[in-house]
Nanobody, 126 residues
Framework: QVQLVESGGGLVQAGDSLRLSCAASGRTFSSYAGGWFRQGPGKEREFVAA????????FYADSVKGRFTISKDNAKNTVYLEMNSLRPEDTAVYYC???????????????????WGQGTQVTVSS
């Protein structure tokens, strides 16, 4: 059984940093691309960042480019999202996801991901 478990969310002030972690069990991230999505209050879930299965290609939503960094540690079977210069509009539940297909790049399309975590809340106060 595949499980993705996010951690690292919390309440911070604008300008602060947080690092989210997504630990996988039952399926290794070393063969699969990972992604982060978020859903703000009253909003649709949206793409944040993705990383290829090799961990060398990344891409980001324009709203977080230059502030957020996605990475993966295959030895720990974990994907991370480093978030700097947080803004109140970054407030959301953050979800990590793992692509269904092996040995492909990341994607901004939700249906390309077959496995999802339960989400972790990030709240940024002004």
């Amino acid at each position: 059984q595949v499980q993705l478990v996010e951690s690292g969310g919390g309440l911070v002030q604008a300008g602060d940093s947080l690092r989210l972690s997504c630990a996988a069990s039952g399926r290794t991230f070393s063969s699969y691309a990972g992604g982060w999505f978020r859903q703000g209050p009253g909003k649709e879930r949206e793409f944040v960042a993705a990383i290829s299965w090799r961990g060398v290609n990344e891409f980001y939503a324009d709203s977080v480019k230059g502030r957020f960094t996605i990475s993966k540690d295959n030895a720990k079977n974990t994907v991370y999202l480093e978030m700097n210069s947080l803004r109140p509009e970054d407030t959301a539940v953050y979800y990590c996801a793992q692509r269904s297909l092996a040995f492909v790049g990341g994607s901004s399309i939700e249906t390309d991901y077959g496995y999802w975590g339960q989400g972790t809340q990030v709240t940024v106060s002004s």
